[in-house]
T-cell receptor, first 111, second 112 residues
Framework: TQLLEQSPQFLSIQEGENLTVYCNSSSVFSSLQWYRQEPGEGPVLLVTVVTGGEVKKLKRLTFQFGDARKDSSLHITAAQPGDTGLYLCAGALRAGNMLTFGGGTRLMVKP | NAGVMQNPRHLVRRRGQEARLRCSPMKGHSHVYWYRQLPEEGLKFMVYLQKENIIDESGMPKERFSAEFPKEGPSILRIQQVVRGDSAAYFC??????????FGPGTRLTVL
């Protein structure tokens, strides 16, 4: 059983559609990061959330941290083919601790 | 504004050889983390180091693997007597005060 359950695993949508990726746990996290990873590259940081209930926006991407700091979501509005990639959530149980990663969501946006 | 650097990007070793992976953290970062990504699997934590100290090695295999982060120079992940199951992508991440971690491009190890 993974500490961080990420869903869906795969998502294939048309350009212009909206989508939400979920990251859930029974554990409370000190912080949670969202990364995007391209084939053959390392994860690139999108956002860090630390406060329960926090909402952060990055252009068409909206990130939310649950009130209890056990879950998070990533919402993409009007998806574009350039959004195609692997999205990873990762949580730290305590500041400075190792990150525990979710299984990833592989997104494909078709033109 | 250089990010985390790792080298080599690709490394091929025969079974029984040694592999040395290097990681230079971002400027000003003194915390280094190593993660491994096996084919078709997620990233798994291996070890957390600060300068000259291993803070958490709970994810390191008990044998053949070691890591260091000397006072001067990059962090090194060393795998002795590599086996085919060690083939994976190895990522290094760094942080400033133990907060947000920034990842390098990874080293892809192939064991023949």
């Amino acid at each position: 059983t993974q500490l961080l359950e990420q869903s869906p695993q795969f998502l294939s949508i048309q350009e212009g559609e909206n989508l939400t990726v979920y990251c859930n746990s029974s554990s409370v996290f000190s912080s949670l990061q969202w990364y995007r990873q391209e084939p053959g590259e390392g994860p690139v940081l999108l956002v860090t959330v630390v406060t329960g209930g926090e909402v952060k926006k990055l252009k068409r991407l909206t990130f939310q941290f649950g009130d209890a700091r056990k879950d998070s979501s990533l919402h993409i509005t009007a998806a574009q083919p350039g959004d195609t990639g692997l999205y990873l959530c990762a949580g730290a149980l305590r500041a400075g601790n190792m990150l525990t990663f979710g299984g990833g969501t592989r997104l494909m946006v078709k033109p | 504004n250089a990010g985390v650097m790792q080298n080599p990007r690709h490394l091929v070793r025969r079974r029984g050889q040694e592999a040395r992976l290097r990681c230079s953290p971002m400027k000003g970062h003194s915390h280094v983390y190593w993660y491994r990504q096996l084919p078709e699997e997620g990233l798994k934590f291996m070890v957390y180091l600060q300068k000259e100290n291993i803070i958490d090695e709970s994810g390191m295999p008990k044998e053949r693997f070691s890591a260091e982060f000397p006072k001067e120079g990059p962090s090194i992940l060393r795998i002795q007597q590599v086996v085919r199951g060690d083939s994976a992508a190895y990522f290094c991440a760094s942080s400033a005060l133990g907060d947000t971690q920034y990842f390098g491009p990874g080293t892809r190890l192939t064991v023949l």
